[in-house]
């Protein structure tokens, strides 16, 4: 996430990052409980919509490599993709061979939830050819909106040892009411969610749902498609903020998320390595309550 908006509010807390609590820099990310498996998963990972959509550019991939590698030195591992993200899955199949971190990283890809069955197979081979890998950690249904979907072949997948991992997503508000009755029925190992401090309406349902039925949850659009750093843009951290250790408002705006008791992990989208190293940051040290919840949503209402 590049653009001129998250550069601008940087700057903006320049003099606040560049006085880095280096102890919490040299502390590992936390890592939280993937309720039905155990599995113990990093709290920050990345997505590559878009921000890994390119081709034939050996300075971004550059500068990707550069980003996962940040993101495991910090302690994380979750990177999320998708069948459908054009080139993104390649790319993150041929930085994750290159780089050599294969092993140390958690994937997460998708296949369309309107697949037919030869169709779904088809794509989960193709991930396999794009990721260089012959078992994805986390394989998911993308973008649900049938109430009847079924998670049937995605078990069968993890039976044959094809994924470690299942689950649903969805990053449309539209999509909820469909989403809530497949919670309930088929309880995904992992359901991913569009929700950020500027868009909550995921937390009134689905979320509550997705805890009581055993789902780990990975939020996306954490930052509402850069619209929170637009609004942002030119403003001063509020002083409460270092009562959580944020340096910055994306590391606010993630603790935030990973505040809400059903949430397992962030996923935003990550295309230079400073927002990696700052992001990670979101992974440390003290994590709002309920009260300093409070606290931030009636800050942003005033923004």
Not at 98 to 105: A, C, F, I, Q, Y
Not at 134 to 146: H, K, P, S, T
Not at 231 to 245: C, H, N, Q, S, Y
Not at 260 to 288: C, E, F, Q, S, W
Request: charge should be positive; include cysteine.
């Amino acid at each position: 996430m590049s653009d001129l908006s998250r550069r601008t509010v940087l700057a903006t807390t320049a003099a606040v990052m560049a006085l880095p609590h280096a102890a919490l820099a040299q502390t590992p990310i936390l890592k939280r409980r993937v309720p039905q498996t155990g599995f113990m998963l990093p709290v920050v990972g990345i997505g590559t919509s878009q921000v890994f959509e390119f081709q034939n550019d050996p300075a971004k991939l550059e500068e990707r490599k550069e980003v996962i590698r940040n993101l495991v030195a910090g302690g994380g591992s979750l990177i999320d993709t998708a069948a459908g993200y054009g080139t993104a899955e390649a790319n993150v199949g041929i930085v994750a061979a290159e780089t050599g971190l294969r092993p140390r990283l958690f994937l997460a890809t998708k296949f369309s939830s309107r697949d037919t069955r030869a169709e779904a197979e088809a794509e989960l081979k193709q991930s396999f050819v794009r990721l260089k890998t012959n078992v994805i950690d986390l394989q998911q249904a993308w973008n649900v909106g049938d109430p009847n979907f079924s998670c049937a072949q995605m078990k069968e997948w993890k039976a044959a040892g094809h994924c470690k991992h299942y689950g649903i997503t969805s990053s449309f508000d539209g999509a909820y009411d469909a989403l809530a009755p497949v919670l309930k029925r088929e309880k995904p190992e992992f359901f991913q969610i569009n929700y950020s401090l500027g868009d909550r309406d995921a937390e009134k349902v689905l979320l509550p749902l997705a805890q009581d039925s055993g789902s780990a949850v990975l939020t996306n659009l954490p930052f509402g498609r850069n619209s929170m750093f637009k609004r942002v843009a030119g403003k001063t951290l509020p002083d409460f903020a270092k009562e959580i250790d944020c340096t910055s408002f994306a590391q606010l705006f993630l603790k935030y998320n990973l505040s809400h008791p059903a949430v397992t992990a962030v996923i935003p989208g990550t295309d230079l390595p400073k927002y990696m190293l700052d992001n990670l940051n979101a992974g440390r040290g003290r994590m709002p309550d309920a009260a300093m919840r409070r606290r931030i949503e009636q800050w942003w209402e005033t923004v």
